[in-house]
C-alpha cells in the first residue's frame, strides 16, 4: 500500500485541468463539483452538470477519473454523474433552481446565438443589424446584450433611458426601432469598465435570462462576447438554444477562431445556422469598383469545409458605422443600400433555416 497521501487541494488542481469539451474553463471554476470526500486514498465527488450532450457530460467524468487515478497516493474513485439538458427538472440531489429552466423564455419560439471566435469583426453590428431586418420581415424581436464586458446595444439601437422594474418584479427592456432590448449598458457609466470574475458574468446571463420581461417573441437574438467561456457556457445550460451564427471575416486569423466557435456550439448540441462573413469586400459608390480589402470568401470556404451553411456576405459600408454610432443602424437608416439588402437575405436565411 502506498504511504503517501492525498489531500483535498491537491484533488482540486488534478481537477482544475479538466476542461468543458470546447470552453476554456475547468469543472471546478465552474462549480460542476460537488460533495467532494477524500480520505484513506478514496475520493469521491458528485458531477453536476447542465448540458444537451450526455456525451460531453460522459467525457468530463472520464477525464476527471483519469486525472484523479493518476494522483499518487489515489487508490479508489468514485464520481456521481448528475446530467440534465435544458428545460429538464433538476438533477437528483441538486438544490431547485429559482426558477425552473422549463419556464425560462417559453413565449419565445426561437432563441438565436450570435458569436464570434474573436473580437472586432463586427459581430455587435451584424446582430443589431439582423434584429431590425427580422422585424422588417414582420418578426416580433427581442435583443440581449451578452457581451458583458463590452456591452454596446444600447448605443447602437440610440438608447438613452433606463429600463424600469413592473409590478411582477421583472425588468421590462426597452423598445427601439421596434425590437426589444436588454443590455448591461442600461445600467452603467458608458467609461465604467466591467471588472468580473466568471460568477457574476454567468449570474447577469441569468438574470437577463429569466428576470427580464421580453413576452411574446418570435427572435430572441442573443449577442455574446467574443470567445468561449463564461456567458455561452451558462446562456447553453440555462436554455435550449434553437441555433447559433457565427460572424467572421474574410482574414485567416479570424477564421481560425471562428472555427473554435463552431466547435464548442457543436460539443454542448447547440444547431449551427450558419456562417456569415462581414466585412466581405467594399464597392465603390460612385463608380462601383470593387476592392477585397481583407480578402475575400474565406467564410463560405470554411462553411463548406465544415459542413455548414454560408449565410451571406456583408459589405464594408462607412454608413454601418456612422449608423451604428449614432444609434440608427443602417437597416432602418438606410433601407436601400445594399448593406440592408444583405442584412435582409441574412434575416431571410435564418428565419427558413429555423422555418419562421
Known sequence: MSSTVVDEKQVLDALRTVKFPGLSRDIVSFGFVKDLAVGGGNVSLRLEITTESPRVAEEIKRDATEKLRSLPGVQAVTIALDARAPGMGAPAGARPAPVPSGEILKDVRFKVAVASGKGGVGKSTVTANLALALTRLGYRVGLMDSDIYGPSQQMMMGITQKPYVNEEDKIVPIESHGVKVISLGFLMD???????????????????????????????????????????????????????????????????????????????????????????????????????????????????????????????????????????????AEPKSQATAAYMALADAVAKTLGG
Not at 210 to 220: N, R
Not at 254 to 277: H, Q, T, Y
Request: net charge negative; proline share 8%.
Open 190 to 332: 458608458v467609461d465604467q469598465p466591467v471588472i468580473w470574475r466568471g460568477p457574476m458574468v454567468m449570474k447577469a446571463v441569468e438574470q437577463f435570462l429569466q428576470d427580464v420581461a421580453w413576452g411574446k417573441l418570435d427572435f430572441l437574438l442573443v449577442d455574446l462576447p467574443p470567445g468561449t467561456g463564461d456567458a455561452q457556457l451558462t446562456l447553453t445550460q440555462k436554455i435550449q438554444l434553437s441555433g447559433a451564427v457565427i460572424v467572421t471575416t474574410p482574414q485567416e486569423v479570424s477564421l481560425i477562431d471562428a472555427r473554435k466557435g463552431l466547435a464548442m456550439f457543436e460539443k454542448v448540441n447547440v444547431p449551427l445556422l450558419g456562417i456569415v462573413e462581414n466585412m466581405s469586400y467594399y464597392e465603390c459608390p460612385s463608380c462601383g469598383h470593387r476592392e477585397e480589402i481583407f480578402k475575400h470568401g474565406g467564410g463560405r470556404r470554411t462553411a463548406e469545409k465544415l459542413g455548414v451553411p454560408f449565410l451571406g456576405e456583408i459589405p464594408i459600408d462607412p454608413k454601418i458605422v456612422a449608423g451604428g454610432d449614432a444609434g440608427t443602424p443602417i437597416v432602418v
